[in-house]
């Protein structure tokens, strides 16, 4: 009735360490050296399409983005292509509990040359790993608007399992917002991992790193 007792350790806070992949390095952003590439990758997004379900933005100049980096209470990672060679993302780590052992990704702004590529992939798998085998939390969280049926795909795309709708959870914009949650456990991460190493792998990408067959969890 209680619950299982269970071995906790509490987790670790994210660090200044840079998480290193084949195609992608997630640096702690810095205003100063990220700002304007990130700018000029964001600003490629000629309808603000980026910022449609974000409770900030689009920004109208580079001091306005350095500002939102700066003050907003998550710990972002700048998302350096090795492809492009310059910063062309944001992801970030919010709702850091280490008593509950739990830790949310979100506030994820991709510009239009990162989206729905293998280095996008590649960075929600560069921070599920660091949350797993380097930080040890146990719990995982995604969220989004119930609206947003892209980030919703997303996430069960990436191994998120859907947990339900939190109506009326919040207002963004003068708008009202039910909060659709998904998560990912630490039990589930050996089996995650083999499915992202085996669409990682040069058997599945080609040389312009084009898949052969999607991301799949067998």
Not at 12 to 24: E, M, Y
């Amino acid at each position: 009735m209680l619950g299982k007792k269970i071995k906790f350790k509490l987790p670790k806070a994210p660090g200044k360490n840079f998480l290193k992949g084949k195609f992608v390095i997630l640096e702690p952003a810095n205003p100063s050296k990220h700002g304007r590439d990130l700018f000029e990758t964001f600003s490629l997004d000629k309808q603000g399409l980026l910022w449609k379900y974000m409770p900030d933005g689009p920004f109208k100049n580079i001091n306005q983005l350095k500002n939102y980096i700066k003050n907003t209470d998550c710990f972002f990672y700048a998302i350096y292509s090795k492809r492009h060679k310059k910063y062309c993302g944001l992801a970030s780590y919010l709702r850091i509990q280490p008593k509950a052992g739990s830790i949310e990704v979100g506030y994820i702004t991709y510009s239009p040359i990162l989206r729905r590529t293998v280095e996008a992939t590649e960075t929600m798998y560069l921070m599920m790993k660091n949350v797993f085998e380097t930080l040890k939390y146990r719990r995982y969280e995604w969220k989004c608007n119930n609206g947003n049926a892209k980030s919703k795909n997303a996430a069960l795309r990436l191994g998120f399992k859907f947990e339900g709708v939190f109506r009326q959870a919040a207002v963004i914009k003068g708008r009202n917002r039910d909060t659709a949650w998904f998560s990912v456990i630490d039990k589930e991460w050996k089996k995650l991992k083999k499915g992202y190493l085996e669409y990682f792998s040069s058997k599945n990408l080609d040389k312009n790193l084009n898949q052969k067959r999607s991301l799949k969890f067998t």
